[in-house]
């Protein structure tokens, strides 16, 4: 998986992101889409991501990985 700069993550269109209104949980590729998921599920067991939110970024990163 390639590390993206501020200026390519900026340059992403919002429907590379799971979370596109807030811009977080890239997922342009099959790799960021399964980084995706294990980060969301770690940012819901700390508290800073609500269920319905993993959810979502669960159901957009699945997406992208049936593609592959």
Known sequence: MSK???KEREALPNR???LPDEKRFPIEDAA???NA???AAQAEKA???STSDKAKVDARADR???KN
């Open 64 to 66: 992208v990985l049936d």
């Open 32 to 34: 960021h889409a399964r």
């Open 37 to 39: 998921k294990a980060r």
């Open 47 to 49: 508290g800073n991501l």
């Open 4 to 6: 993206l700069t501020a």
């Open 16 to 18: 590379d992101f799971a």
